[in-house]
């Protein structure tokens, strides 16, 4: 189920479709895009996405998934020993699978930041800290401990071995899948000025969409309107 409009985003390049021009204007309004909204309302019209979908995000994808009401969970390894513990029914015929993805075969990649201020009074001590914190040893042994995966190509090597010589939990096999996956994934949404206002006006057209208040077509040129006209 489409949790929030992060999700909503990512399908849009995972199927090939551009968001925004060089100049910055909207780039999705074409007949590949039109598809991705077509894809998200057939979803939810013909009672293949819960109707909280459209209002409520990870944690009522993980409800609904225990309670058996849902299929698929798009989810990190974390979730399954809490998976186990509330339902544990749900666990016994639950296994991990790679992410579902478009006619690109991009994965998408959830990353976390070190960022140095550029007002630092202490730069040096930054920047040692920050190499300290990525080098290929720490990132290994910060995987292995956190359940996250490394964020260098040597840590990466290591941590997928690890991952498959030993333990054969649920979570070991998950962590797996998830590390085979790296070196195909990245971070599908672009790096730009006012992507909040971008996923927003995407995703309040594709609401309107799926509950039939607007065409798909009329949809998808709000949304480019929307963005095109933002102040």
């Given at each position: ?67 058996g009401?849902?299929a ?9 020993n ?14 991990a699978?790679?992410?579902i993805?478009g ?14 201020p ?28 956190a ?37 195909d ?17 995407i ?29």
């Amino acid at each position: 189920m489409p949790e929030d409009s992060t999700e909503v985003l990512q399908s849009f390049v995972q199927m090939g479709v551009d968001l925004v021009d060089a100049q910055g204007h909207a780039a999705f309004n074409t007949p590949a895009g039109k598809q991705v909204f077509q894809y998200w309302v057939d979803f939810y019209q013909n009672d293949l996405l819960p109707k909280e979908a459209l209002t409520q995000g990870h944690r009522r994808a993980i409800e609904l998934y225990q309670a058996g009401e849902t299929a698929i969970l798009a989810s990190g390894p974390e979730f399954l020993n809490e998976i186990a513990n509330n339902a544990p029914q749900i666990a016994k015929v639950t296994a991990a699978a790679p992410q579902i993805t478009g006619r690109t075969g991009k994965k998408g990649v959830a990353v976390m930041n070190l960022v140095i201020p550029r007002a630092t009074d202490q730069p040096e001590a930054a920047i040692a800290f920050a190499q300290f914190i990525t080098n290929d040893a720490n990132q290994l042994a910060f995987a292995k401990a956190a359940n996250v995966l490394p964020s260098t190509t040597k840590a990466l090597t290591d941590y997928v071995q690890f991952v498959n010589s030993g333990e054969t939990t649920p979570v070991a096999k998950a962590r797996a899948v998830s590390a085979s996956q790296l070196r195909d994934a990245g971070v599908l949404i672009p790096a730009m000025a006012d992507i909040k206002q971008l996923q927003k006006a995407i995703y309040d057209n594709l609401q309107a969409a799926m509950l039939g208040e607007k065409t798909v077509d009329q949809a998808i040129a709000d949304a480019a309107l929307n963005w095109n006209q933002r102040s």
